[in-house]
């Protein structure tokens, strides 16, 4: 029995390290690199704290050197996953009675373990799985990752402490239990802090968990996966499966105690597993619970007041770092006509000045799209911009995937503000301008806010707090995260939940305590002192 109101440690932000030459951070993750390519890693499943192995693998990939293998993942079948459900109701049994601050010391263990021996290794492994510079998957699977982590048990915390009011005669109190049955979690291949995240905060909260992560992301995951076991996850409370996602997710969901879906991908995908959650209803034990962070079509809008090279940097930072491969990345740019050309002009030197290649380079800037599924599609568009009289490539526009799936970063002007590629998801290195007149200002808001059917991440440039006003008004069913004077991308967890709606999600705010709300069922527990022995009220006399 607990014998202690616990106080947490105070959660803080992990200080991002520079990498810059010489530093021992930098020579550790390049060394860690050396060591995972040149290698030949062998990932099995987890499932109920064993290694599990089949006869079907995959060979993994690195996006920016695609032939060559630095190792194999083995493909789950049915009664994999039907093992994997199995083990964490079995496991659920002890992990949801574990009191709250034994989980908390796991996991509290794990940032701490990412923080330190195992930096470089979610880094090393980041850069390679999913073609991160060193930067970029500094800043998410480690940072990230451990604030996730640490600010999550912080919040753990701060819910088990929300109780209500007691009147006198009787004790009301509130109970967080884990949801009745297991949660499933869906992972991307974009974010290795997505995947931590998703699987942990559910887990943090009682529950037990059978995970799918993405197939462009595996040598990530087990990195986490190590983690979790060195930290102490009990045998069976996080299940790991690859392979088919239709035959997962199927067996998942054909379970009556399914009891949750974390999810982070594609809109259709998101749609597609809630109509089959709808459809499956009647077999369920309770009401499963359903968060979903999806796509996004994320606008950057400058005021004709705005200072041109804050708003270029915005463009170029926002649009192509990780190759515009997250939910966040700046895809479709609104600038006035007074100063679009001087925009247009910082960016397109920018772009000049980008570095491409692998990321064992530290020099480069941008490396490889993620497969080659995702090369052909960002082409197709360019080309139809390269040959439509209503766009214009005005920077980049050039691809090679003859060694990696390397795009340029590339800026269509549109001549028309319904333009395709101002509307559709491209999920990469492309960004598309329309240029509005000044005098349209007013009119531009409503354009922003009805073009696209997502609603995630959003920036407004302006000198003018007038303007400013007016447009956080204007836009604000158009981004759940709102940036004013920065690029749309760069949440901290802590500072700033991240989520939207409309079709990019259910705005659960991944980064609070929200979204761990979402993973309990509260039970209300009221104790009366002296119980009446008279079913008779005062009125009757």
Known sequence: MSKGFFQVPTAINEPVKSYAPGTPEREAVAAQYKEYFNGNVDVPMYINGEEVRSNNTRNMTPPHDHQHVVGTYHLADKSHVEKAISTALEARKKWSQMKWEQRAAIFLKAADLIAGPYRAKINASTMIAQSKT??????????????????????????????????????????????????????????????????????????????????????????????????????????????????????????????????????????????????????????????????????????????????????????????GQKCSAASRVYLPKSTANEILNFVKADIESIKMGSPEDMSNFMTAVIHEGSFDKLAKYIDAAKNDSDAEVFAGGGYDKSKGYFIEPTVIVAKTPKYTTMETELFGPVVTVYVYDDKDWSATLKLVDETSEYALTGAVLAADRYAIEEATTALQNAAGNFYINDKPTGAVVGQQPFGGARASGTNDKAGSAQNLLRWVSPRLIKETFVTPTDYRYPFLG
Request: hydrophobic fraction near 40%.
């Open 134 to 323: 060193v930067h970029q998957a500094e800043i998410d699977a480690a940072c990230e990752l451990i604030d996730f982590l640490r600010f999550n048990v912080e919040y753990m915390s701060q819910i088990y402490a929300e109780q209500p009011d007691s009147n006198e005669g009787l004790w009301n109190r509130v109970e967080y239990r884990p949801l009745e049955g297991f949660t499933y979690a869906v992972t991307p291949f974009n974010f290795t802090a997505i995947a931590g995240n998703l699987t942990s905060c559910m887990a943090m909260m009682g529950n037990v968990v059978v995970w799918k992560p993405s197939d462009s992301q595996v040598f990530s995951a087990q990195v986490i996966v190590d983690i979790f076991k060195e930290a102490g996850v009990p045998d069976g409370v996080i299940n790991v499966v690859y392979g088919d996602p239709v035959m997962i997710t199927n067996t998942v969901l054909d379970s009556p105690d399914f009891a949750g879906l974390h999810f982070t991908g594609s809109t259709f995908v998101f749609k597609e597993l809630w109509k089959q959650i709808g459809q499956n209803i009647h077999n369920y034990k309770t009401y499963p619970k359903i968060v979903g962070e999806t796509g996004g079509k994320d606008f950057i809008l400058a005021h004709p007041t705005a200072n041109t090279k804050q708003v270029a940097t915005a463009i170029t930072r926002g649009a192509f770092e990780f190759q």
